[in-house]
């Protein structure tokens, strides 16, 4: 079975599909409480900037009403050592989104699903429902992300050297030895729109949002999760979200997990707003 | 001129014996570089001559005088990055290059205040993201004038294009592409001249470049030849009789069989360094680079043919033989360093030999004409990645304590990426029978990383960081018997020695150092007899040449390049420029960057 979740939010279907983005908390309201400390990073969107642009920071503020407590952003540019360097030092003490059960930290109760997805032209029309669909080993230029199971599938469905080129072309030809180097997943989307790249598989949450801004339809089809390596070791394609606090801190950990218990529509909203391909968390 | 006149005008008729007319012809080109590279007044390769011997039989300046080396003239590029290789001499005139944007200048000897012409190529600047180490260039090849093109210079240029300019007035005869930029490929080498071709590398193996050698007709660009180091036979120029010498090196198939799936597509081994030539046999030797991606994980098996010593027919292309030094490089120890010729006595008989310094830290000394192991060994006692190699079956004794694999973090692992020996055009006095060369001292610790984020996704990749070796500086100066193995001297220096060295009948050795001196070396005994503190730091290597019956030596000064990379970046951080940064950070205190050509003279 093959899910497909075509993006209501496209330009000019807003009104209809009612995709406004309501789940947005009183940008008047003022906590009182002590101030928490937020572990975020500087600039990986669509989770989080400076700016407060991304949907992690949209749930701080939903967070910070919740508890009513003041919300003190520690921003970190690495995404490799914000446990060890930001969390773990006591700099900060909260993780918007983290994988549920990261055994780094405490991890809440998941309040998202969701699933690495592929993306591509709605006027293809491209026979795309898992990795074993024939168009995967026809396009040209696959866009993905090192590191992640994607990548892990490239390889599994021998794609992986024909579109290395690409993939290092996508970072300006960085290393990855000794530096942190981002892959913008806007540009990704982009290079699908544009028709660069055919197909992209990305992680739902991390795309949704360029795919709904999208002016050439985009559609996006979640994988579903029966991805098998070459040695027919499972790849997992679907996973839950989870906020996080240090080892021990399980204080905040029951503040955050009541956090969201009580608002776990609102959250729904408002990662539905994102456009985020939502599972069942069962 | 008589005969050229008939042979042309006798048209398709006449084709067979103008075929045959046109390979004299060739021979006779080739000879004429031969010979000019003999002449003291000329310097026409950036390896001086075919055999890459670095090395003058000049000696006005020797150990007795060259205290009295004074600086008679210098010219900056304009070009403050790392200046790499150094100039060509050639008739009087003195053709200086630079790194990106790679301009050249030719420069009169007798009138050295004044540009006599200049060429300012257009390239695409996206070149200077791709470049992983700097922007460097290591300079200039010289072909002179046949019937069928004028005195020319070649370049190859940083975005991927090859360039051939008359060397009389500084106009582009032609232009090619080699290396496609959006593709990651860019040019850094020199190109070397045989024959009627010229012979053009390859760069960005890090980036999954399949490497590959290029020979071009030297009349209008057209490609004669094109081998690559890694995929089918036929590619890679192996055929009947490859390494009939030595099976054992391996032979046929394995530039796919010793690959995982198709990872020989994006597998590397480009050869962005130097050759040297084989008139008589009408062989070529250069070494291709590492293997690619740099993370050993992702490709297991010997990665044949990367990090391997070629000879090949030059009219082909054609591989002789091929020996791998480091089968599955986990270090990034890329293998396109100097080749130096030599004829030597091995086991009571003169044999034409190669001897090769690579940046895994083992010298290997092969015949060069069916590639038999003469000898390989340690350029310093301190290489412990390998215990030893087995003159058998050529292969390293590894030390697993010092692999890179990805459940290992390996300390102290020595030479670091950069090799005990990188770049540098090293020399070889005949009569003394000795190699000099240059070395950097320098080790790392190597700690693979894996690092979770989210939904599955890992971060995967190495930290690196470089720092002096065990004897504590950063370089040092070896004479070596490339037979035995034999060190007659070495002397210590504070920053590596990264553009190598050139010897004459002097009985001197000069280079050229990081922190701006350029050195003259007792070559006897490697006692230090004369230096000078040049504008910038070196990266490239000195010559020599006689103008008007008077002895010059002359160097690039504008550090840069990979040791160079934290001044010319601006890198604090000790981990960037691939770990560069932390092994050179005392350098910002002895030098700054600036380009330019010095030249010097006794009074």
């Keep these: 079975m093959t899910l497909k979740l075509k993006i209501p939010c496209l330009i000019g279907a807003a009104l209809i599909s009612g995709c406004a983005a309501n789940a947005q908390p009183d940008i008047n309201w003022v906590a009182t409480g002590a101030e928490l400390k937020v572990c975020a990073a500087e600039d990986e969107m669509p989770y989080s900037n400076k700016k407060g642009e991304g949907f992690e920071n949209k749930l701080t503020r939903l967070l910070s009403k919740n508890l009513n407590r003041k919300i003190k952003y520690v921003y970190w540019d690495d995404p490799r050592y914000f446990v060890r360097d930001y969390l773990n030092k006591g700099q900060c003490d909260v993780v918007i989104g983290v994988d549920a059960g990261d055994p780094r930290v405490l991890t809440t109760a998941p309040y998202y699903r969701s699933a690495y997805s592929f993306i591509s032209r709605e006027d293809d029309d491209l026979d795309l429902h898992d990795w074993d669909s024939d168009v995967l080993r026809s396009v040209k230029r696959i866009g993905y992300i090192p590191g992640t199971p994607s990548e892990i599938m490239i390889r599994a469905i021998g794609r992986y050297s024909d579109t290395f080129n690409y993939n290092k072309a996508l970072v300006g030809f960085k290393s990855r030895r000794n530096q942190y180097v981002k892959y913008d997943v806007n540009k990704i989307v982009d290079d699908v729109a544009s028709g660069k790249a055919e197909v992209a598989v990305l992680w739902g949450p991390s795309a949704a949002r360029y795919v709904k801004a999208s002016t050439t339809p985009l559609t996006m089809t979640v994988v579903p999760d029966n991805a098998t390596r070459a040695d027919g070791k499972k790849v997992g394609q679907h996973y839950s979200t989870s906020m996080a606090v240090r080892k021990g801190e399980t204080v905040l950990l029951k503040q955050l997990n009541q956090f969201i218990k009580q608002q776990e529509s609102d959250i729904e909203d408002l990662l539905e707003a994102e456009g985020i391909p939502l599972l069942s968390k069962s | ?603």
Excluded at chain 2, 51 to 61: K, L, V
Excluded at chain 2, 473 to 485: E, F, P, R, S, Y
Aim: aromatic share 12%; charged share 20%; net charge negative.
């Design chain 2, 1 to 603: 001129m008589r005969i050229k006149q008939f042979a042309r005008n006798m048209g398709v008729t006449l084709l067979a014996s103008s075929a045959i007319f046109a390979l004299s012809q060739q021979a006779h080109a080739n000879k004429k570089l031969d010979d000019l590279s003999e002449q003291n007044t000329n310097w026409v390769m950036q390896t001086k001559d075919y055999g890459s011997s670095h090395f003058s039989d000049m000696y006005q300046i020797n150990i007795q005088n060259v205290h009295k080396l004074k600086p008679v003239w210098s010219f900056s590029t304009g070009v403050l990055n790392g200046h790499e290789g150094g100039p060509l001499v050639v008739d009087g005139i003195m053709y200086v290059h630079s790194p990106f944007p790679n301009n050249i200048f030719a420069i009169d000897l007798d009138e050295p205040e004044k540009i006599l012409w200049e060429y300012k190529p257009k390239q695409n600047p996206a070149a200077r993201a791709v470049a992983c180490c700097d922007v460097v260039n290591r300079g200039l090849a010289y072909a002179p004038g046949t019937k069928d093109y004028p005195p020319t210079i070649f370049q190859d240029q940083l975005d991927g294009h090859v360039v051939a300019i008359n060397a009389k007035t500084g106009k582009m005869l032609w232009k090619i592409e080699n290396s496609d930029i959006s593709m990651g490929s860019t040019l850094t080498s020199a190109p070397f001249v045989a024959k009627d071709m010229v012979i053009v590398g390859s760069a960005g193996a890090e980036l999954g470049v399949r490497g590959y050698a290029t020979a071009y007709k030297i009349k209008d660009g057209s490609q004669v030849w094109r081998v690559y180091a890694t995929g089918p036979d036929e590619d890679i120029g192996i055929g009947k009789g490859f390494n009939d010498a030595n099976p054992h090196y391996g032979q046929f198939g394995l530039g796919t069989k010793t690959w995982e799936d198709d990872a020989w597509k994006i597998g590397g081994g480009t050869n962005w360094g130097w050759y040297a030539y084989d008139s008589d046999l009408e062989m070529l030797y250069y070494g291709s680079g590492n293997p690619a991606p740099w993370n050993e994980t992702m490709r297991p098996g010997d990665n044949k043919w990367t990090m391997t010593i070629w000879g090949r027919d030059v009219n082909t292309g054609k591989a002789k033989f091929g020996y791998q030094k480091t089968p599955h490089d986990e270090w990034d120890y890329a293998g396109v360093n100097y080749m130096g010729l030599s004829e030597q006595m091995v086991d009571g008989k003169m044999t034409k030999l190669l001897t090769h310094p690579d940046r895994n830290g083992l010298v290997y000394t092969l015949n060069r004409e069916n590639g038999d192991l003469v000898n390989a060994f340690k350029i310093d006692d301190t290489v412990n990645w390998v215990k030893k190699v087995d003159l058998k079956t050529g292969l390293p004794i590894r030390d697993p304590e010092y692999s890179t694999h990805m459940d290992h973090e390996a300390k102290g692992i020595c030479p670091s990426a950069m090799g005990y020996h990188n770049q540098g055009i090293e020399s070889y006095d005949p009569n003394k029978k000795l190699f000099f060369m240059g070395t950097n001292h320098i080790c790392m610790d190597w700690e693979p990383f894996m690092l979770p984020y989210r939904a599955g996704q890992f971060f995967v990749g190495a930290t690196l960081n470089m720092y002096p070796g065990p004897k504590g500086t950063l370089g040092q100066v070896k004479a070596m018997d490339g037979v035995t193995g034999e060190f007659k001297w070495e002397i210590a220096e504070k920053f590596a020695v990264w553009g190598g060295t050139m010897a004459t009948a002097g009985d001197l050795v000069f280079y050229g150092t990081l922190d701006g001196y350029i050195k003259a070396l007792n070559s006897k005994n490697g006692e230090e007899l004369w230096k000078f503190k040049l504008p910038s730091g070196v990266i490239g290597h000195p010559i020599t040449y006689k103008h008007n019956g008077k002895q010059f030596v002359s160097i690039y000064y504008g550090v840069g390049g990979w040791p160079g990379v934290g001044l010319v970046f601006d890198l604090q951080d000790p981990t960037a420029g691939l770990g560069a940064v932390g092994a050179f950070k005392e350098l910002a205190h002895y030098t700054q960057m600036g380009g330019g050509v010095m030249t010097f003279a006794l009074d």
